[in-house]
């Protein structure tokens, strides 16, 4: 027991810890300048954000401490109560700019969105942990974990949350693009998948969300109105030009060109700020981060936690590139925060949790496998 | 197999995780290239929209140039107007509005209605001026804006907006000359665009405001600030503005200095204060320069540029307009008149020039005419009277007698009427000038469907008929008549100024014609205008004031007969009333000043018109520092008028003030 503790603690993945480091003080520093333009009560929410990051890392830490296996036993019941709590939100709705996400307790929200993105790829894991395949899988074994993902999905969008929706089935599709699947099976999939998101778009989805993907076909067309936001930030990041403007002088930001600069505009805001040189270092944090948590999936002991670390860095990677995507006009704009980086809590604990299963995995990646029996 | 063990197999995935690996770096390496393209490529061209996103360019406000007399006094300026808005939401009525109606000094009567219409707006939460800012009352005062700047914090919802507005000190007795200001019109505006004109903004729409608009209004300025994405000004951080193109400061517009004397000005409307209507001008003879242009009735130039507020400019329209007696239009220069008698010096001069009359010979005036059937009345019974005494008692049968025996016909009178300026426009520049009319015997024929009959010209002898003038043209005429034969293009600006008084541009007196007269012939009518006013039986002589030294002319213009619309019957009288006229000059002997004066519909011209040119011309003596001592007897001036026959035209004005008493 003795040994495997000091097993365990010398196994610490310092890599993933300082990368992930990094981007939350990165994200500290920025929030800083970001909300300096207010002088209300919002020009504090730098602290808040230090106390939410040590509070889930309190939480994560916890976390690593447990052997995943014991997740792994109860990933079905931590989905349903994921589920659950999304169906709680229709009934005490709140509203915030036009949707229904949150959750109140008295002056503490949440969004249980940000969290059934950890219970799908919890439950996801369990069901490829518990039905190991060495044969080609065929569309008929991808219609369970797809059913799992389709429920939080519908419910999220339903809300409506474009963004979070769209991010819970790329999850799915990144852990199923790692799953042996035949190729006939995967290039249907891919001709009904381009045709359904057809239909999506032109039957499903509405209004203001198609005007944003509209906007972003066509950029210039509606700067005053529906492109504003797009047109802004692309305009605060081209504005930072190599090395930026300088800390706390992001002109487009101090001018309050920059809407939701603690939220899902954080990035215009620190590019403006440092530069090509600077988002390049935070864009790069986030790919180390990235890669090397593939390469934990890669050495993990089981296949329950190798499916986790896929899930999480799929998480963690579609945010990132959603939510810069989105601020540069390479995609529209869809309410997606950069991981660790953007103010709140219940994003700031929702990925602490995600990274600490990832360290979790880590640590007990070469731990003795049980004797065969 | 052990399900265990097959838990622990990843295998399924390990070829996998390097293809997961590949495509999340190139989605990193995606975003890389686009924000190189944003922030390196195209990095320039952002930071210029970012900079223009908070860069706005504010106009800065110029003044309006002040119009002066000819010595410095000020006849128009611009002053600030501090008008009083309130955001009825903002704006307590328990709390705020007692104090603020105190600060305001609000009369019993105006605050009840005030209050009631805030607690109106008030009370009606969907009504759309409740978040509004809107005006509640206009030009407040210096003091009160002074009082409810130092009370700002206690006054919620409250604020002062300072307006420029035109003031004019002489008010009424410089209104046609001066003109007023109008708020530029929606149907103009696009074409005054280009001038740098704005919407909102105020310019000339009538007199001097007008003509020399372009001099009065000045060039605006402009300033870059910076603005945030909520329009709030901020401050340059460091280097965002260019400081070479930061500024450039408005350019007053410039000053004009007038040749009209204020304080005659006023004189001219004092001495009209016992007439309804009507106009006088009074010119210097050696330059053509206006002193003094009157126009009765008058209207009130600073209400009508809303100076004192949307109500006062909207009543000031209604008066205006609702007046039969024709406020707005200048009589001076927009009105024409028969000229009667005072035509009958330049009939007398064309008789002369042509030698068609013996100045010496007499006819028989009995009182009347008789022409075939026909019967013309003459003003008295004069006996046999001669040229000299035609003109100065007026004798209505010398000069149709002219017509009938001596062969002065309409051509020869219209062309010594044309040759004075008569039926051509004067060139002031301001007003709408009425040319009036000189006719021809080819021009009454063509009107008469080509009957051409002999009383028409006996009617143009006499200054009746189609004959019309106007108060400005005859007052040039008799500066002819005063100067010995040159005519005068009218003068009203004499000079162009910067605002500290620095003279710009100056404008030499214009001559537009010489007119080729005999000099003894001069002297006849000179020697009968004197006679006029100074000789016992002249028109004028009961109107003379003593110390007073004036020769001319009276006129008493037969008006057709016409009911004017929207006027009551019993009115109509009024409006059939013979016109009174006055023209001459001052002093008699070496003649400074041409007066004409106009009673529009006032009856005899001795009576009428005689009277306020003495009370003109003893207004201008006085100002020009030469009032004549209290007259010993009335003697004075019948003999210093017998003294001075020498012929006007040859006197300098030098001499001519030398010599005056």
């Known amino acids: 027991m003795m040994r495997q503790s000091e097993n365990l603690t010398s196994r610490f993945d310092w890599p993933l810890f300082i990368a992930a480091v990094v981007i939350a003080l990165l994200g500290v520093v920025n929030l800083y300048s970001a909300t300096s333009v207010y002088q209300t009560a919002i020009a504090e929410r730098y602290i808040t954000q230090l106390y939410w990051l040590l509070g889930a890392g309190i939480v994560g830490a916890i976390l690593c401490a447990f052997d995943y296996r014991h997740i792994e036993r109860t990933a079905y019941i931590v989905y349903a109560v994921g589920i659950f709590m999304l169906m709680v939100v229709f009934v005490l709705a709140r509203d915030v700019r036009g949707s229904a996400r949150w959750i109140e307790f008295g002056s503490f929200r949440f969004q249980p969105s940000e969290f059934t993105k950890l219970t799908l790829i919890l439950a996801l894991a369990k069901y490829l942990h518990d039905d190991p395949k060495n044969e080609g899988r065929s569309l008929i074994d991808l219609a369970i974990p797809a059913a799992i993902t389709m429920v939080p999905a519908a419910l999220i969008f339903l809300q409506p949350d474009l963004g979070t929706a769209m991010v819970h089935v790329f999850i799915f599709l990144t852990i199923a693009a790692v799953t042996k699947v035949r190729a006939k099976s995967a290039l249907i999939f891919v001709g009904t998948s381009v045709l359904a998101s057809y239909i999506a778009y032109h039957f499903i989805l509405l209004d203001y969300q198609r005007a944003r993907i509209e906007v972003f076909m066509n950029p210039e067309a509606d700067i005053l109105g529906k492109g504003w936001h797009a047109h802004h930030a692309r305009v605060a990041i081209g504005n ?14 101090q001018f309050l060109f920059i809407p939701d600069q603690a939220t899902d505009f954080p990035f215009p805001v620190f590019a403006e700020e440092w530069g090509f040189v600077g988002a390049t270092v935070l864009i790069g944090a986030y790919m180390f981060l990235c890669l090397w948590a593939i390469r934990i999936a890669s050495q993990a002991r089981d296949r329950f936690g190798a499916v986790v670390c896929v899930g999480v860095t799929a998480m963690i990677f579609w945010h990132a590139v959603i939510n810069i995507s989105m601020t540069c006009g390479l995609m529209p704009v869809v309410g997606v925060t950069l991981p660790l980086f953007s103010y709140g809590g219940s994003s700031v604990t929702n990925n602490m949790i995600g990274l600490s299963l990832l360290m979790s995995v880590s640590m007990r990646r070469n731990m003795v496998r049980p004797e065969r029996f | 197999m ?21 495509f999340m770096a190139i989605g990193f390496f995606v975003v890389i290239g686009r924000l190189f393209q944003l922030q390196i490529l195209q990095g320039a061209e952002n930071h210029a929209i970012a900079v223009e996103n908070i860069v706005r360019r504010i106009t800065l406000a110029t003044t309006r140039g002040r119009i002066v007399d000819r010595n410095g006094v000020i006849l128009a300026d611009s002053r600030e107007s501090f008008n009083l808005y ?14 603020l109606a105190d600060y305001l000094g609000l009369q019993q009567e105006e605050r009840v209605r005030l209050e009631d219409k805030l607690r109106k707006i008030q009370e009606d939460k969907e009504d759309p001026r409740l978040k509004q800012q809107i005006l509640l009352k206009e030009d407040i005062g210096w003091a009160a804006n002074v009082i409810l700047q130092e009370q700002a914090h206690e006054l919620k919802g409250v604020s002062v907006v300072s307006v420029q507005v035109r003031y004019y000190p002489s008010g009424v007795a410089g209104a046609h000359l001066l003109g007023y200001m109008g708020e530029v019109s929606a149907e103009t505006l696009p074409k005054l665009k280009s001038a740098g004109y704005l919407e909102g903004d105020r310019m000339g729409v009538a007199g001097t405001e007008r003509a020399w608009e372009s001099y009065l209004r000045g060039t605006r300025g402009w300033e870059k600030v910076l603005v945030d994405a909520k329009g709030q000004r901020r401050k340059d951080p460091g280097g965002v503005i260019d400081d070479a193109d930061r500024r450039v400061d408005p350019i007053p517009g410039r000053d004009l200095r007038l040749t009209v004397d204020a304080k005659l000005q006023q004189a001219m409307h004092q001495a009209f204060k016992s007439e309804l209507a009507g106009g006088a001008a009074v010119i210097e003879v050696k330059t053509g320069r206006i002193l003094g242009l009157y126009s009765k009735p008058s209207f009130d130039p600073a209400a009508l540029s809303g100076s004192f507020g949307r109500s006062a ?91 009938n025996e001596s062969q002065v016909g309409m051509d020869i009178i219209a062309q010594m009427g044309q040759a004075f300026g008569f039926g051509q426009k004067t060139g002031l520049g301001i007003n709408a000038e009425a040319s009036g009319r000189m006719p021809t015997r080819a021009w009454m024929t063509y009107r008469n469907k080509g009957r051409y009959l002999t009383g028409f010209a006996m009617n143009a002898a006499i200054g009746q008929g189609a004959t019309t003038v106007s108060v400005l043209q005859l007052a040039l005429a008799y500066g002819v008549l005063a100067n010995g034969g040159t005519l005068y293009q009218p003068q009203l600006v004499r000079a162009v100024e910067t605002s500290n008084a620095t003279v710009v541009q100056e404008f030499a007196p214009r001559v537009r014609r010489r007119i080729d007269l005999d000099p003894e012939n001069l002297k006849l ?108 007897d009335g003697a004075a001036s019948r003999s210093s008028a017998g003294r001075q026959q020498d012929a006007p035209g040859r006197a300098s004005g030098a001499q001519g003030r030398q010599r005056t008493p």
Not at chain 2, 86 to 99: A, H
Request: aromatic share 10%; charged share 20%.
């Open chain 2, 525 to 632: 009518v000179h020697k009968a205008l004197i006679a006029g006013v100074n000789e016992e039986g002249g028109t004028a002589f009961r109107a003379r004031i003593e110390g007073v030294d004036l020769a001319g002319k009276t006129g008493t213009a037969q008006v057709g007969h016409k009911l004017v619309r929207g006027v009551e019957a019993e009115k109509v009288w009024y409006f059939n009333r013979d016109h009174a006229w006055f023209a001459g000059y001052s002093p008699s002997a070496a003649p400074e000043v041409a007066i004409v004066v106009l009673v529009e519909h006032g009856g005899a011209g001795g009576k009428h018109a005689a009277p306020i040119a003495f009370e003109i011309i003893r207004a201008y003596n006085e100002i020009s520092g030469k009032a004549a001592p209290k007259p010993r």
């Open chain 1, 240 to 253: 930072g030009e190599l090395a930026g403007n300088g800390y706390l002088q992001g002109m487009q930001n």
């Open chain 2, 313 to 403: 400019l909207t009543e000031a329209f209604r008066k205006m307009y609702s007046d039969p007696l024709k406020p707005a239009v200048d009589k001076t220069v927009s009105g024409s008149y028969p000229p009667g008698s005072t035509f009958k010096p330049f009939t007398a001069l064309a008789a002369l020039e042509k030698g068609l009359v013996d100045p010496r010979a007499s006819i028989q005036c009995r009182g009347f005419l008789r022409i075939g059937r026909k019967m013309y009345g003459c003003t008295h019974v004069h006996g046999p009277t001669a040229l000299h005494g035609a003109i100065a008692q007026s004798c209505n049968v010398y000069f149709w007698q002219l017509v």
């Open chain 2, 2 to 22: 052990n399900l265990f063990f097959q838990r622990s197999d990843t295998t399924e995935f390990r070829k996998r995780f390097r293809w997961i690996a590949l």
């Open chain 2, 86 to 99: 309130v955001v009825p939401e903002k704006l307590s009525l328990d709390s705020t509005w007692p104090k």
